[in-house]
C-alpha cells in the first residue's frame, strides 16, 4: 500500500463532507477517532501510539506483575498496563452555539463542524480514560454537563450534541468568566468557537482559565469563505445575529476585511503564546485530524 493509499484511507471518515452524511453522532465519532488512530500508527509520530492507548514503557522498579507479557511477545518490549488513576485527566469541552455559528458557504456550518469535533474529542476523551465534559454557551451559559469518565457518560454528552440548538448572541466574555468560576477542577479546557467578537473581552476569558491552572486549547471555527474572502462581484452580507444586511462591492472590502482578520488572527497568536495557550484555525472544510493531534499534544504536556 502506496503512502496516499493510506492517507486516504486513515482520513477518510475524517473529511467533513463524509461526516455529513452520518446521522448517528456516536458512529460518527468512533469513525472519526479510529480513523485518526490507524493513521497515528502508520505516521512519524509512533511514540504518541502507545502512549495514548493504556500502556506506558517499562522502568526500572516498576513491579513486574504489571508488565503485559502478551505484548511483549509480540513486540520484543517491556510495557505496564496503566491504571485509572496514572491516565486520568480532567477535561471540558466548550462549545460555541451562538447564531453567528449557523453560517455555511457549502454544506457544513461551523455549528455542525463543532458538533463534529466535540463529539468526536469526547469519544477520545472517553477512550483514553480520562473525564470529560461539556458546556454549551452563547451569551451566557447554556447548558453544562460535568466531567466524568464512564461509558454511558459518553452517551448523556452525545445525546446532549445530538439535542442541542443555535442559540442568541454572541457575548465570549460573560460564559467565559462564569464556565472558569465553575469548573472546580484543573484540567484541559477546549474551546470551540468561531471567536466573532471583541477581542479584550476574549484575552480576559482566557487568562481566567490559565490563571485557574488550566491548560487551554483553543480551536478557532471559521467558513473557508471566512476565512480567504472568496465572495466575488456585489454580494449581500447579513449579520447572522442581528438580520442587518448590506450589499458591497467584494473587491473594494476584500483588502481591508483580510487585513483585520490576520490583525486579529496575529493578536490572538501573541496571546495564546503569552498565556501559552494552543490555538489553531479550523475550516469547515477541513479534516478534523489536526485538532484531535493537539488535544493529544496538550495531554501529552500535562502529564
Not at 477535561?91 to 455542525?112: A, P, R, V
Not at 487551554?216 to 452580507?237: A, C, G, N, R, T
Amino acid at each position: 500500500m502506496n503512502n496516499s493509499t493510506q492517507t486516504s484511507a486513515s482520513t477518510r471518515f475524517i473529511d467533513p463532507q463524509v461526516l455529513s452524511r452520518i446521522s448517528n453522532l456516536e458512529l460518527l465519532a468512533r469513525g472519526v477517532v479510529e480513523g485518526f488512530i490507524t493513521g497515528l500508527h502508520k505516521s512519524p509520530y509512533k511514540g504518541f501510539s502507545v502512549e495514548f492507548l493504556e500502556y506506558r514503557p517499562y522502568t526500572p522498579g516498576d513491579d513486574p506483575m504489571h508488565i503485559d507479557w502478551k505484548l511483549f511477545m509480540r513486540s520484543d518490549r517491556l510495557f505496564i498496563k496503566q491504571f485509572e488513576d496514572e491516565t486520568n485527566t480532567s477535561c471540558n469541552i466548550l462549545l460555541d452555539i451562538s447564531k453567528s455559528m449557523e453560517y455555511s458557504s457549502d454544506q457544513i456550518t461551523k455549528f455542525q463542524y463543532g458538533l463534529f469535533l466535540a463529539a468526536s474529542l469526547a469519544y477520545f476523551m472517553i477512550r483514553q480514560r480520562d473525564s470529560v465534559g461539556i458546556s454549551f454557551f452563547d451569551d451566557r451559559v447554556r447548558e453544562s454537563i460535568p466531567a466524568k469518565s464512564s461509558k454511558g457518560h459518553l452517551h448523556t454528552i452525545l445525546n446532549s450534541l445530538e439535542n442541542i440548538r443555535p442559540g442568541s448572541t454572541t457575548d465570549l466574555g460573560k460564559p467565559f468568566h462564569e464556565l472558569a468560576d465553575s469548573i472546580k477542577k484543573r484540567g484541559i479546557i477546549v474551546i470551540i468557537s468561531d471567536l466573532l467578537d471583541d477581542r479584550e473581552r476574549i484575552f480576559d476569558g482566557l487568562r481566567h482559565f490559565r490563571f485557574n491552572g488550566n491548560n487551554v486549547v483553543l480551536f478557532q471555527i471559521l467558513d473557508p469563505f471566512e476565512y480567504s474572502f472568496q465572495y466575488k462581484d456585489i454580494v449581500e452580507l447579513e449579520d447572522m445575529e442581528t438580520g442587518e444586511k448590506i450589499l458591497v462591492m467584494s473587491d473594494q472590502i476584500k483588502e481591508a476585511y483580510q487585513h483585520n482578520l490576520e490583525e486579529f488572527k496575529a493578536a490572538l497568536n501573541l496571546e495564546c503564546g503569552l498565556l501559552g495557550i494552543d490555538y489553531s484555525i479550523l475550516e469547515t472544510d477541513k479534516p478534523l485530524d489536526n485538532a484531535l493531534f493537539q488535544y493529544l499534544s496538550k495531554r501529552r504536556a500535562k502529564k
